[in-house]
């Protein structure tokens, strides 16, 4: 089974908007057993569309398509549909009724003709109905691919996916399982866990595939298997991820894709009834904003101060300014008076501060570009590391958050 993913909008070839369609209509199909093969962003070109579609017939089993479905002229994905299937565009009474009870019901004003139009659908197409709003999205076949068309908007795209397109094609096609399954890691590039994990994938059965997917500071190992035996498969990624365990378990954290080392680390502080504050230069608040990002955080995320000016060190979380003047706003000291400051102002169990030269100029400082410094307050004292993240800025500030709260999360698992 393969699968070919079209959005149309020239909103997106300019950088308007972040395509997010793709990779959620990739996933959900990813979960059914097919694979995507092709990723496309085409213009709203009438003849670009065709020759998409026709470069695409047979080529994929299943394309599906999100944008251009709305009631404005520059919306021509309908037309091109009948121009592509010679058909004809009819009006849907089913459609229509929903439509009027969108526009006359919760907006309060009558009809136009533009509103109506919604309900114009290819003459031979399945209508998939869009209960979130006025486009509905429709499915067609022609030889050997089944061609669907999806609004734009990503909550209506999603509804339609999860309630009308996925149960269809699960219904429509038998389909080969595919498992995966994610270890996260912190603190070890990707060469150094290559190579300690390096016999062991050598020796992966030919139907389980590796991947390394690194970002600052983590690197995910996902691992898919694919096969007709959903129950063989299973068993057998349990007994590598244990295998893969014993070689490197210092280093994991979670072993699911939605459940990154924040979501991770709010359920051990749940769990052990501990609370949690920042205290933050470099990192701007990105910290707590990671933490917060968590539903539930508010049961141990107490609060942080995002110190980035150094009078407000001193100001608000009683950093002394004989401290800084003789060891720099950068350094081991100010770090750990900042954790005990935070710790102090929420009383709070445990503490995150960091004070750093992120880039691209060196601000109060004299520390080297790239150096952060990293402390953890506990309830029996504080402790801080130092290190170096390089350039640019935005990888100096990523690698930071991933450090700090990997550095938290193996303090209290001590506990």
Known sequence: ???????????ILIGQIVDTNSAYIAKALDKIGIETHEMLSISDDKQHILDTFHSLQNKADVVIITGGLGPTKDDITKKTFCDYFEDTLIENEAVLLHVKSIIEGIYKRPITQINRDQALIPSTAKVLFNKMGTAPGMLMEKENSVFISLPGVPYEMKYLMDNEVIPILV????????????????GTGESLIAEQIEEWEDNLPD???????PSPGRVRLRLTARGTNKEELQTEI????????ELI???????????????VLGKLLTEKKLT?????????????STLTSVSGASNYFKGSVVSYATQTKIDVLGVSKSTIDEFSVVSAQVASEMALGIQKLTQVDYTIATTGNAGPAKGDSVADLGIVFIAIATPTGVFVEEFNFGQPREKVIDRAV???LELIYKEILKK
Request: charged letters at 20%; proline letters at 3%; aromatic letters at 8%.
């Open 249 to 263: 378990h210092d280093i994991i954290v979670g072993y699911n894709e939605d459940e990154p080392i924040e979501v």
């Open 171 to 186: 219904q429509k096609f038998e389909r080969p399982y595919i498992i995966h399954q994610t270890i996260m890691t912190y």
């Open 402 to 404: 991933s450090k700090s």
């Open 1 to 11: 089974m393969k699968a070919a993913i079209v959005t149309i909008g020239d909103e």
């Open 238 to 245: 349990a007994h590598q991820v244990q295998m893969l365990d």
């Open 207 to 213: 139907f389980i595939k590796l991947a390394y997917l």
């Open 276 to 288: 949690i504050a920042t205290a933050e230069s470099c990192t701007g608040g990105k910290i707590a």
